[in-house]
């Protein structure tokens, strides 16, 4: 079992740029498909961007932040990271990551059916 414990989120002017982080404990987790989901306030949680894990790695991201937010992982340090540039302000939202070392297929990943979840960082955009 993985816990997750996601940081960096806080104010952020709109335009601007943070990167969250999302700390996991586990010897496994260089296998584990991992990703980011966001739920803004009255609103169902959403796929944010991925790294699904197949043997090798393959990234993924929702339309709407596609060329603006990046997705990464450091296996050394057991940690994922969402760089998120130009920044909105209907992008604030609790943002969350999830893991699951057996979920390979795009369609659960978007649809947010993997088993480990952290509580969530808010992330405030102003403008």
């Known amino acids: 079992q993985v816990q997750l414990v996601e940081s960096g989120g806080g104010l952020e002017q709109a335009g601007g740029s943070l990167r969250l982080s999302c700390a996991a404990s586990g010897r496994t987790f260089s296998v584990y498909t991992m990703g980011w989901f966001r739920q803004a306030p009255g609103k169902e949680r959403e796929f944010v961007a991925a790294?699904?894990?197949?043997?090798?790695?393959?990234?993924l991201y929702a339309d709407s932040v596609k060329g603006r937010f990046t997705i990464s992982r450091d296996n050394a340090k057991n940690t994922l990271y969402l760089k998120m540039n130009s920044l909105k302000p209907e992008e604030t939202a609790v943002y969350y990551c999830?893991?699951?070392?057996?979920?390979?297929?795009?369609?659960?990943?978007?649809?947010?059916?993997?088993?480990?979840w952290g509580k969530g960082t808010l992330v405030t955009v102003f403008s």
């Open positions: 790294i699904i894990w197949s043997g090798g790695t393959s990234t």
């Open positions: 999830a893991g699951d070392p057996r979920v390979r297929s795009v369609t659960t990943v978007v649809n947010g059916g993997m088993n480990y």
